[in-house]
């Protein structure tokens, strides 16, 4: 895993929030492992950068005033209209203790029934775990060369083995990606139906034709 390192410093309390923003910075709260929670302030563009990378699954280096501390990004909320950074937890973590986290699912690989046709479903988008911080992982790759024909599915437990320092906590048989059939189109079908009845119709009128000439 990519060391990734950010500096925090103390904020004072009596200070606005809204002043933070204005100064380029974000509030934000750490706490956890033998932490009594600290109210810190970090930079917008830093934090920024960093969470591209890191995202809530990835260890992070935050110092505060100096002092060095593992943490993950818990939780981020974000303005719903420009989307800027308004609040951050940062939650401490101990090497020797394992942590619940939800990491997200990637993709991989190409499958055999996509190839013939068939819709590939992403079912599960992240998994549940428990892990050290040591054995963490930016994402849990899932391959869907298994997907050889419709109504194959690749389920948690056929990935498990690929990750035996993950401990599951999503259901094994859960599924994460499965193939199905081709939607019909529907505007073919409405064509199709549109040609029968138009065709019944012409058979009718026929029908009638000719019972009123005998």
Known sequence: MEKLTLSAVTRDLTVKTS????????????????????????????????????????????????KKHSV???EVQKHPVTGDFLHIDFFAVSAKEKIHVAIPVSIVGKSQAQLEGALIETNLHQIDVKVLPANLVDSIE?????????????????IM?????LEFITPATDAIVSAHAPKPNRDAEEEEAAAAAASAASTAAASATAADAA
Request: hydrophobic share 45%.
């Open 19 to 66: 002043e933070l923003r204005t100064n380029k910075l974000v509030p934000a709260v750490v706490y956890g492992h033998n932490l009594a929670p600290v109210h810190v302030s970090v930079g917008t563009s830093d934090f920024l950068r960093l969470f591209r990378k890191a995202g809530k699954t990835h260890l992070i280096e935050l110092s505060i005033d100096g």
């Open 72 to 74: 993950l990004a818990h």
């Open 142 to 158: 899932v391959s869907i060369e298994a997907l050889v024909h419709i109504g194959d599915v690749v389920h948690v437990s056929d």
């Open 161 to 165: 083995a690929n990750y035996p320092k």
